[in-house]
C-alpha cells in the first residue's frame, strides 16, 4: 500500500512537473495527453527504485535530470538543446515553489528533519503540486509562456548570442538542481539561489522571444 501511495504521488509531482513546463512555452496539452501521463508514471517507478531500492536519494536528481531531458527530446519530438532548455526551467520552476514551501515551514518553526518525516512531507509534496498545477493552468489560459521553442525536432540550432547564454544557463540550472537535495537542508540559501537562477532563466528566455537567434 506504501508502494501506491508513493508511486501516486510521485506520478502527481511529475505530471505537475510537465504540465508547467508545457504551459511555460506554451506547448498545446492537447495530443499530448498520453505521453504525458505514461512519462510522468515511468518516471514515478524510477523515483521508487532510487529512493527505496537502490537508497541513491542525494543522487536521485543527477540520474533523473538527463532522462527527463531524452524523454521530451525523443517522446515529445523537441531538439535536444530546446528539451535541455524546456527541462531546466520545468524543473527550477518546481523546486522554487518546493524551496518556498520549504522556507515557509521552517519559518513556522520546523526543523528539515521534520520536514522530509510524514505527515509534513505530504503537507509539502502535496502543496508543491497543488501550486504548481494552478501556476501552469494560469499560464496555459492567459497564453503567458513562451513561444521561441520550435515544435519539432529537426532545427538548426546557432551557439551564439542568447542561445549561448541560454546553453549556460542550461548548465547551471543543471547544476543547482543536481545539488538540491544538498540545497534543500539550508532553505535560505537555497531559496536565494533558486530566485537568482529563475530569474535569471526568464530573463533570457524574454529576450530570446524578442530576438532571431
Same mark, same amino acid.
Given at each position: 500500500?506504501e508502494?501506491?501511495r ?17 504551459a511555460?512555452?506554451k506547448f ?5 495527453w498520453?505521453?504525458?501521463i505514461?512519462?510522468?508514471v515511468l518516471?514515478s517507478?524510477l *523515483?521508487?527504485?532510487l529512493?527505496d531500492? &537502490? ?7 543527477i540520474?533523473q535530470?538527463? @532522462? %527527463?531531458i $531524452? ?10 538543446f530546446?528539451?535541455a532548455?524546456?527541462?531546466?526551467y520545468?524543473y527550477?520552476g518546481?523546486?522554487f515553489?518546493q524551496?518556498l514551501f ?13 520536514l522530509?518525516s510524514?505527515p509534513y512531507f505530504?503537507?509539502l ?9 494552478l ?7 492567459r497564453?503567458?509562456?513562451f *513561444?521561441f521553442?520550435?515544435?519539432?525536432? &529537426? ?6 548570442g542568447?542561445n549561448l547564454?541560454? @546553453? %549556460?544557463? $542550461?548548465?547551471?540550472?543543471n547544476i ?5 537535495s544538498f540545497?534543500a537542508t539550508k532553505?535560505t540559501e537555497?531559496f536565494l539561489?533558486?530566485?537568482i537562477?529563475l530569474?535569471l532563466?526568464?530573463?533570457f528566455?524574454?529576450?530570446k522571444?524578442?530576438?532571431y537567434?
Amino acid at each position: 500500500m506504501e508502494v501506491m501511495r508513493f508511486l501516486l504521488f510521485s506520478s502527481l509531482e511529475w505530471l505537475a512537473l510537465f504540465i508547467l513546463t508545457f504551459a511555460m512555452f506554451k506547448f498545446p496539452y492537447r495530443g499530448f495527453w498520453g505521453q504525458i501521463i505514461l512519462c510522468s508514471v515511468l518516471l514515478s517507478f524510477l *523515483s521508487y527504485v532510487l529512493f527505496d531500492v &537502490l537508497h541513491l536519494r542525494p543522487l536521485a536528481p543527477i540520474i533523473q535530470l538527463p @532522462l %527527463v531531458i $531524452i524523454c521530451t527530446w525523443q517522446v515529445f519530438r523537441v531538439h535536444l538543446f530546446y528539451a535541455a532548455l524546456m527541462t531546466t526551467y520545468g524543473y527550477n520552476g518546481y523546486a522554487f515553489i518546493q524551496i518556498l514551501f520549504i522556507v515557509v515551514m521552517k519559518g513556522a518553526g520546523l526543523t528539515f528533519q521534520e520536514l522530509i518525516s510524514t505527515p509534513y512531507f505530504s503537507i509539502l509534496q502535496n502543496a508543491t503540486i497543488v501550486v504548481t498545477l494552478l501556476i501552469g493552468w494560469f499560464v496555459h489560459k492567459r497564453r503567458l509562456g513562451f *513561444s521561441f521553442i520550435p515544435d519539432f525536432e &529537426l532545427v538548426r540550432v546557432k551557439f551564439r548570442g542568447i542561445n549561448l547564454w541560454l @546553453l %549556460v544557463l $542550461i548548465i547551471l540550472g543543471n547544476i543547482q538542481f543536481a545539488t538540491y537535495s544538498f540545497l534543500a537542508t539550508k532553505s535560505t540559501e537555497a531559496f536565494l539561489v533558486s530566485t537568482i537562477v529563475l530569474m535569471l532563466l526568464l530573463y533570457f528566455a524574454r529576450k530570446k522571444e524578442f530576438s532571431y537567434d
